[in-house]
């Protein structure tokens, strides 16, 4: 069955290093999507992404944040300059359709030190 | 006005018990909706979508009330399997993205 794949699963970063989360959505999947989720906290979203550009993003997706589709495959989120409230689990999810059930990544855990 | 909300629990419930949920949403225009199970520090999997008519999965049963804006999911003869947190998930049809409520726990007790 194919799955939303996700690297690393696990990063370790100093407060004001900049890290690039990545994915790999579902292969004939057209919209992509990055979820947080604080320790805790409940699930929020970040951003969609379709035909190559933001579609919709929220008020935690600040200048801080940006996501891009380097190739056929891959799906980043990058985040320039880390700060210690960024430490949360981030999911990646992708759905054929708008609307449609979306499918998640198993994450990557993100401690900001 | 949260866009979703649930009631936290925790459900405790012995095997075999009938449990249900319900998830209240604020916007009444919302046209999606889902359930979602996350087990610890994983993430969330889809249960199951909830349509107007109600739907059911094997032993789980979703309902939507769009009068009064609350969706449902009742699990019978639960198993241990079934704890988890369950996700009451929101489209409110303004775009993608999706509302989360802060997920109700379950345990199933031997």
């Known amino acids: 069955e194919p799955e939303v794949t996700q690297t690393p699963s696990h990063q370790v970063t100093q407060m004001g290093q900049e890290v690039i989360l990545r994915c790999v959505p579902i292969?004939?999947?057209?919209?992509f999507y990055w979820y947080r989720q604080i320790l805790g906290q409940k699930v929020e979203f970040l951003v969609s992404?379709?035909?190559?550009?933001?579609?919709?993003k929220s008020e935690i997706f600040d200048d801080q944040f940006s996501v891009e589709r380097p190739d056929g495959s891959n799906f980043t989120l990058k985040i320039r300059s880390t700060k210690l409230e960024d430490s949360a689990m981030y999911f990646c999810a992708s759905s054929d359709e708008q609307q449609h059930e979306q499918f998640f990544g198993p994450g990557t855990r993100l401690t900001v030190l | 006005r949260k866009e979703v909300e649930q009631d936290p629990g925790p459900f405790n419930v012995p095997e075999g018990a009938t449990v249900a949920f319900n998830c209240t949403y604020s916007?009444?225009?919302?046209?999606?909706f889902f359930w979602y199970r996350q087990d610890c520090r994983k993430e969330p999997k889809l249960l199951m979508s909830?349509?107007?008519s109600g739907n059911e999965d094997g032993r789980f049963t979703a309902q939507l009330n769009r009068a009064s804006q609350y969706i449902s999911l009742l699990i019978r003869d639960s198993k241990l399997s079934d704890s988890a947190t369950y996700l009451c998930?929101?489209?409110?049809?303004?775009?993608?993205?999706?509302?989360f409520g802060t997920g109700t726990s379950l345990t199933v007790i031997p």
């Open positions: 916007n009444s225009a919302s046209q999606s």
């Open positions: 992404f379709y035909n190559n550009e933001i579609s919709e």
């Open positions: 292969s004939n999947h057209l919209y």
């Open positions: 909830v349509y107007s």
């Open positions: 998930v929101v489209n409110p049809n303004t775009g993608n993205q999706f509302y």
